[in-house]
């Protein structure tokens, strides 16, 4: 490879992280397996490594010399990135494991005392974003003979749904449907919250609400008032916030390996894993988007 790529590590807050990227790069360098340079300076950067709380608090906006941020946990980088020829890549496929730990032992202490489970009907359950996580979960749940459905505003890879035993929905139906909801998406334009007080109304009596993405993306107060008006029990379950983190933290030189191997992939032209899909508001493509009521509110003209 003959491009030279100036690299910013910045973690502050994962120094064992930050030591160990910084000693792989610097090794694949001495070694020959790629003409990697370590910066100090953000604005002289193509690659920046960082996790979301850094770039959200520190970094600001991503400068337009960066061609490839990598974070290190599961984020999406927005609302910082605005170049569409940036492209972003997490650890989505190598942290997805823990918080689908979680998410499956949530499952099975709600299917130990769900009553309808006893009396020999199925429990159902929904994932909203089919992403790497999704995916995970749907495999899991599968194995634990639950019936799955599914909702995603992005055209689904060919085969993932049958692949995992799941069907596809609109959202509307996956939450009407469903005695177990897993929530599964990046915050963003679309999901800012994605189950409001609508959506929400739409659960059956004392069905699970299991969050796996920020606060922002489900809106705790319309599950509130919808228990205190409506008396419809709904159980809210959010994964805790440090559960990704720690994963990468108690595994520095995987977490590196990992992003040294992304590094090489760019620096080849190939792409890298867990590529971010930046999910806006589409003017045609997969109905399933308008289908979901996942559109921006309208105001009549």
């Given at each position: 490879m003959d491009n030279q790529y100036k690299i910013h590590v910045a973690l502050p807050r994962r120094p064992a992280i930050r030591s160990a990227i910084e000693n792989a790069i610097q090794a694949a360098s001495d070694l020959g397996l790629g003409d990697y340079d370590l910066t100090d300076e953000i604005s002289k950067a193509d690659v920046v490594v960082t996790d979301n709380e850094t770039l959200d608090n520190e970094i600001g906006r991503v400068p337009s010399s960066v061609r490839l941020l990598q974070l290190t946990g599961c984020g999406s980088g927005a609302p910082n990135v605005t170049d569409e020829n940036l492209i972003v890549a997490n650890a989505s496929t190598l942290l997805a494991v823990n918080p689908a730990d979680w998410a499956i032992?949530?499952?099975r202490e709600i299917a130990r005392r769900y009553p309808r489970h006893q009396s020999g009907?199925?429990?159902?359950?929904g994932i909203v974003g089919f992403g790497t996580l999704g995916i995970e979960l749907a495999s899991r749940l599968n194995e634990q003979g639950a019936k799955i459905?599914?909702?995603?505003i992005?055209?689904?890879?060919?085969?993932?749904?049958q692949n995992v035993g799941a069907s596809?929905?609109?959202?509307d139906m996956v939450l009407s449907r469903s005695d177990?909801?897993?929530?599964?998406v990046h915050h963003g334009p679309t999901s800012d919250p994605l189950l409001s007080h609508r959506e929400l109304s739409l659960l059956s009596v004392g069905a699970t609400i299991i969050n796996l993405s920020g606060e922002q993306v489900v809106d705790q107060d319309a599950i509130d008032e919808l228990n205190e008006q409506q008396e419809r029990q709904i159980d809210y379950r959010r994964m805790p916030s440090d559960l990704r983190r720690s994963s990468a933290s108690r595994r520095p030189q995987t977490t590196s390996a990992w992003i040294l191997n992304n590094l090489g992939h760019f620096a080849l032209g190939h792409q890298p894993r867990s590529i971010v899909e930046q999910v806006t508001h589409p003017s045609a493509g997969d109905p399933a988007f308008w289908a979901s009521r996942m559109a921006p509110k309208q105001t009549p003209g």
């Open positions: 032992d949530q499952w009907r199925t429990i159902v359950a459905w599914v909702n995603d992005r055209t689904p890879r060919q085969m993932s749904f596809r929905s609109s959202l177990v909801v897993f929530v599964s």
